[in-house]
């Protein structure tokens, strides 16, 4: 009788360790197995989320399939893998049939997703601002009052969410700064300017004057001749932010009357540089104006291609002005 009653007790343990392992077994199995994720998605693990939070959030985005069963497993495989305590919040990317055991470790990764916000050269620092006003997922509102025109780098910043937005302005501010004491010693000799922040002035003059990169140095070159020759810089985009300083653009031509127009912008009134930037000029600008292109260029104008027709003396820059104006009529004409 006692054998037969330890046969049995020995029997059940056998069984018990037996469905133990097996569901053991059945758990890792489910942990590193194909997700039920069918497309991308990106879920927000909120700050304070504990692990219990962290499996219905999942669950919830699809992540995990969404049963009881698949959430115990869940649980038990992260605490057993001691990944627990150092799941991160935020905002995550999974791929379609992400397994647990992935999902664990991009949680715990810390590699949430990088948001991008682009800040185009030659934006005014109003235009920055509702630019970083409309971004997704930052917090908090702008600077009030913006940042000086000038004062802003125009890059590719990335941010995650909850980023505040003055943060993310403060970097652009350190990054112009940056830029300023990177370039300013690799200047060339006898610049008619002296200071940095005459570098920017001028910089965004030229940002505004051309959009291909590989002019700038030339356009550059065009202004440093003339101020080295007192001459005024007459530079149309200087006017144009006397009468518009929030966008620095009317949506029309000049006309004559404004062109005469005395501001303290107007480089055909005015002599020298204009009182403060017109935009905020990106690194190339900054680079062209400390290190100018080798001419005697005193002149350009458009040129119908997009880019400009350069001039060492006045007849020359008349002809190339008249060509402009005959490729107006044309296009006019059309």
């Known amino acids: 009788m006692k054998r037969a009653l330890l046969a049995l007790v020995l029997v059940v343990i056998l069984a018990g360790a037996g469905l133990a392992y097996g569901l053991y077994w059945f758990a890792g199995e489910t942990f590193t197995a194909r997700g039920p994720l069918e497309e991308p998605v990106i879920v927000e693990v909120p700050k304070g989320s504990g692990l219990a939070r962290i499996t219905e959030t999942l669950a919830d985005a699809g992540v995990i399939a969404d049963r009881d069963v698949s959430k115990l497993i869940f649980k038990l495989k992260v605490r057993e893998s001691g990944k627990a305590a150092g799941l991160h919040a935020g905002e995550f990317q999974f791929a379609p049939g992400v397994s647990m055991a992935e999902v664990t470790d991009i949680l715990a990764s810390g590699k949430v997703v990088a948001r991008f916000l ?51 302005v403060a970097r652009m501010e350190a990054a112009m700064k940056a830029a300023l004491n990177d370039l300013w010693p ?60 929030e966008d ?9 009357s404004e062109l005469e127009k005395e501001t303290p912008y107007n480089t055909y009134v005015i002599g020298g540089l ?14 062209a104006v400390l ?26 820059h008349n002809r190339n002005v008249a060509k402009w104006r005959r490729i107006e009529r044309q296009r006019a004409g059309e």
């Open 118 to 168: 682009t800040v185009a050269e030659g934006l005014t620092s109003p235009e920055v601002m509702a630019l970083v006003s409309r971004a997704e997922a930052l917090t908090g509102a702008v600077p009030e009052p913006p940042p000086a025109t000038g004062t802003l780098l125009p890059e590719t910043y990335h941010y995650t969410r909850g980023d505040s937005r003055a943060a993310v």
């Open 186 to 245: 690799t200047r060339a000799e006898n610049l008619p300017i002296d200071m940095p922040e005459e570098a920017v002035i001028l910089a965004s003059i030229v940002e505004k004057e051309t959009a291909l990169a590989s002019e700038r140095p030339r356009v550059a070159a065009v202004f440093v001749n003339r101020l080295r020759r007192g001459m005024r810089l007459q530079s149309d985009p200087t006017v144009i932010y006397g009468l518009d300083p």
């Open 248 to 256: 620095g653009d009317l949506g029309r031509p000049l006309r004559k």
């Open 274 to 287: 204009p009182p403060g930037p017109i935009a905020n000029p990106g690194r190339e600008s900054l680079a």
């Open 291 to 316: 290190n100018p292109a080798e001419t005697d260029d005193l002149y350009f104008v458009a040129d119908g291609t997009g880019g400009h027709a350069f001039a060492k003396t006045l007849r020359e």
